[in-house]
């Protein structure tokens, strides 16, 4: 219904799995522009660089799942993958879902 992609756009730089929220905001680029890795999606974290304090932003974290986050990748390094989530305590399949577009591990 929004109309696509236009012409321009680079659909390899499209993740399809990505759930679409209301007043969400994407940039897709155009092909052949150059992107840096390094530039972060506008509202996703990276829980491999988050501090607690970030975490908290994300609806359902608070202080104690922030800190067991940290804490976790602290010990074990950082998350490959955004499901590796699901290793830190307390964090289930539901709270997951509910994060998953508005994280990332990249």
């Known amino acids: 219904m929004a109309g696509g992609l236009t012409q321009d756009a680079d659909p390899s730089m499209v ?13 897709i680029p155009s092909l052949g522009e150059a992107t840096p890795e390094s ?4 509202g996703v974290i990276n829980i491999n660089t988050a501090t607690v304090e970030e975490l908290q932003t994300l609806q359902g974290i608070g202080e104690q799942k922030a800190g067991d986050i940290v804490h976790y990748r602290e010990e074990n390094g950082p998350f490959s993958r955004v499901e590796d ?3 830190v305590s307390g964090i289930g399949s539901k709270t997951l879902e509910d994060l998953r577009p508005l994280i990332t591990v990249g």
């Open 15 to 27: 993740n399809p799995a990505l759930r679409v929220s209301d007043e969400a905001h994407f940039y």
């Open 39 to 42: 530039t972060p999606t506008p």
């Open 85 to 87: 989530l699901l290793k």
